[in-house]
């Protein structure tokens, strides 16, 4: 039996999804364009654009479509870096490499404070108060950790930015389908999403700009986008984000459940065969599809080749890492310790998983473990 489990990398295009989407491949203008086709394509994003701001509780006018999450972080950060001469910029060491490595090279020319995670995994919200500045113009935060899962304290957060000039920016591509994404709950001034994390498909995700926030544009050309973000849109990309949103958010309490209890048979499966391990951060403030583990007698590398070959797909952390295997830096920073970083393992499960997978993935764990203890 071949068991993925990698889901908070990446997971499979929706068939439903992509069916329908086939199905209005006619609609196939620029929409940029003037004539009938254009027009109907227009209509048709703008369609699309609409049921997704109402995922979130946007408007139409605040999302921004790009390609990807990576894409609507830089966007996000290095907008307003650009607007301003010498701003002061917070974020953590937890975050995805898209926001901690756009914020790492940012460093080099502004103002940047990292802030670290305690060994429950969350940042603490009064580290960030200490930190604000009369220059301080972003914080950038994630809600949930795509390495541990633990949710981070943005609605304290917000409510502590509500008395500063600074912005707040919001990665939720680890929440959406698994908790409630809404931005006026939220408070975010920004906030991103992926396709590819949510059943729809690789190359389509959004930047939500609350009204009245200006960015400098990073990719430039036309006026697409409101001149946000230049560039033909792909429209039937579009129409199934809309669509993975849709379903996400129309099934999240049911998904969220089946995730849940399938991350709990596994711990608890883990534990009646009796393989030392520790759940990395406080299980009780993780979202229901990531569980971090710390297995003390094997390096992750040597345990995700052995997974592999026994057909179990996982993976260290980050799947943004380019294939590689290092210790994991969001691990590091809650704990302070390279061995446990270097012997983590992330499982991240989905609702389209079955009882005996798991079964299965801890019987491989308990074989390897016997055949290393011998």
């Known amino acids: ?27 196939f203008g620029n929409p940029s364009s003037i004539h009938r086709p254009g027009k109907d394509a227009k209509a048709a994003l703008q369609k699309h654009r609409t049921h997704i701001s109402q995922k979130i509780n946007a408007k139409p006018k605040e999302i921004i479509i790009t390609s990807g999450a990576t894409e609507a972080n830089n966007l996000a950060i290095r907008g307003t870096a650009d607007r301003h001469e010498r701003p002061h910029m917070i974020t953590t060491d937890i975050e995805h490499a898209s926001v901690r490595t756009t914020y790492q ?51 304290e957060i917000a409510e502590i930015l509500k008395d500063h000039q600074a912005l707040l920016h919001v990665d939720a591509v680890q929440a959406f389908g698994h908790m409630e994404v809404d931005v006026q709950k939220l408070g975010a001034d920004m906030l991103t999403l992926s396709g ?29 986008e409101l001149s946000r973000r230049a560039g033909t849109e792909n429209v039937m990309w579009v129409h199934a984000l809309a669509l993975a949103m849709e379903k996400a958010a129309d099934e999240r309490a049911q998904r969220s459940l089946k995730e849940m209890q399938l991350k709990e048979r596994f711990l608890n499966e883990l534990t009646a ?20 583990i710390y297995f003390p007698w094997s390096e992750a590398e040597f345990l995700l080749t052995a997974l592999d070959m026994a057909g179990i797909f996982v993976s260290a952390g980050s799947a ?55």
Do not use: W
Request: charged content about 25%.
């Open 320 to 374: 943004c890492n380019a294939g590689t295997v290092q210790p994991s830096h969001v691990i590091q920073s809650m704990y302070e310790d390279e061995e446990r970083a270097l012997c983590s393992v992330r499982f991240s499960f989905s609702y389209l998983m079955e009882e005996d997978e798991v079964t299965e993935i801890v019987s491989q764990l308990d074989a390897i473990y016997k055949r290393l203890s011998k």
């Open 273 to 292: 065969k009796k393989i030392p391990f520790e759940v990395n951060g406080d299980l009780n403030q993780q979202a229901s599809h990531i569980t971090n």
């Open 196 to 224: 590819h994390k949510i059943y729809g498909p690789k190359g389509i995700g959004l930047l939500y700009l609350r009204e009245g926030i200006k960015l400098s544009a990073q990719l430039t050309g036309g006026s697409h």
């Open 1 to 27: 039996m071949s068991v993925y489990v990698d889901y908070a990398s990446t997971t499979p295009f929706d068939r439903e999804i992509l069916n329908e989407v086939m199905d209005s491949a006619d609609v």
């Open 105 to 155: 090279n940012l460093s080099e020319a502004f103002e940047v404070t990292f802030l670290k995670a305690s060994e429950n995994g969350l940042i603490d919200a009064d580290d960030l108060k200490n930190s604000l500045r009369s220059n301080t113009v972003l914080v950038s935060i994630m809600l949930v950790n795509n390495e541990t899962g633990s949710i981070q304290p943005v609605f």
